[in-house]
């Protein structure tokens, strides 16, 4: 996980008032292949991602075989919109020229 994407999750947690640092975002994929990301407490064998002294992200086994060598970063879609993508290790980095309104 990118530095720019835990900033962006912790942003994600605080827009949503989720103001417990237990309470991370847990990535899952969906029924329309897409993945999702709701409120959720880490349980055991989740990986978990840590930022500034707050659980972020939580990822179950089942997401984890699936994610595969992805690693989640963020990206620019307009000026001042940024969404989380997932790259693969050998991907390039989304462009970074403009710098995300996080």
């Not at 707050?54 to 989640?72: N, Y």
């Amino acid at each position: 996980m990118t530095e720019r994407a835990k900033e962006q999750l912790l942003d994600m947690k605080r827009s949503a008032n989720i103001n417990e640092p237990e309470v991370g975002l847990r990535l899952k994929p969906a029924a329309t292949g897409e993945w999702e990301l709701f409120p959720d407490q880490a349980i055991e064998g989740d990986q978990v991602v840590e930022h500034g002294g707050s659980k972020l992200l939580l990822i179950g086994a089942d997401a984890s075989d699936a994610l595969g060598d992805r690693q989640v970063d963020c990206e620019e879609t307009e000026p001042g919109q940024v969404k989380l993508v997932l790259t693969r290790s050998n991907e390039p980095a989304p462009d970074t020229r403009r710098k995300p309104s996080i």
